[in-house]
């Protein structure tokens, strides 16, 4: 069964510091994967998505994440941290044919100023 | 269009009973689904339905919990007999059918507790 593992549940930076979590996926086919973030108390809003096709994939809110299949990773990235972006982040994967999200555990994203 | 609406937000309910949930997509989606968040974990599917069939379900959903989507286009998820451990965000997506893979829009979840 495909899994989704998420380094770190607690992340924090500065204001205006690289943005890295970590996401690998365990899958006998490269699925497809997902980014999404999670502000309290709504849902989720989809960050960015892979698909086919390039494997940088840039997404919402000047975040980037870049597909390698060799590592089995999908880290999500972005070059200044703003205070906005302070919220939980979810790594997913999808085997190509079904439509059920494989979610990792999750990783809080803290920006200091 | 607002979005995917869930009503409630939150239910306080008493261990045993029955509760509840709707979930209103968005009105050209053809696809709902429907999914499970606990404290500290990522989202767990539970289901979906591509207009009123309900094509897959995940083995977390036991014979407790029943979804229907009569018409194709709201849906509802009942839980009989609640136990503690029902407690949990219960998160409806909707998406279109054939639109690029994972291209969900999500609601903002009815919180369960069950005391």
């Known amino acids: 069964a495909q899994s989704v593992t998420q380094l770190g549940s607690h992340v924090s930076v500065s204001e205006g510091a690289l943005v890295l979590l970590r996401c690998n996926y365990s899958s006998s086919v490269p699925p497809y994967l997902f980014w999404y973030v999670q502000y309290p108390n709504q849902g989720l809003q989809l960050l960015l998505k892979?698909?086919?096709?390039?494997?940088l994939v840039k997404g919402i809110n000047g975040f980037e994440a870049e597909f390698k299949k060799s590592e089995t990773s999908f880290h999500l990235t972005k070059p200044s941290a703003h205070m906005s972006d302070a919220a939980e982040y979810f790594c997913a994967c999808m085997d190509t044919g079904r439509r059920a999200l494989t979610f990792g555990s999750g990783t809080r994203l803290q920006v200091q100023p | 269009d607002t979005g995917v609406s869930q009503n409630p937000r939150h239910k306080i309910t008493k261990r045993g009973q029955n509760v509840t949930f709707r979930c209103d997509p968005i009105?050209?989606?053809?696809?709902l689904y429907w999914y499970r968040q606990t404290l500290g974990q990522g989202p767990e599917f539970l289901t979906y339905?591509?207009?009123?069939?309900?094509?897959?379900k995940s083995r977390l959903l036991s014979d407790r919990f029943s979804a229907e989507r009569p018409k194709g286009s709201f849906s509802t998820l009942e839980i009989q007999r609640t136990e503690q451990g029902d407690s949990a965000m219960y998160l409806c997506?909707?998406?279109?059918?054939?639109?690029?893979?994972?291209?969900?829009?999500f609601g903002s979840g009815t919180r369960l507790t069950v005391v």
């Open positions: 997506a909707s998406s279109l059918a054939g639109y690029n893979a994972g291209g969900y829009t």
């Open positions: 009105s050209e989606h053809n696809r």
């Open positions: 892979y698909t086919t096709g390039a494997t």
């Open positions: 339905f591509q207009n009123e069939a309900q094509l897959e």
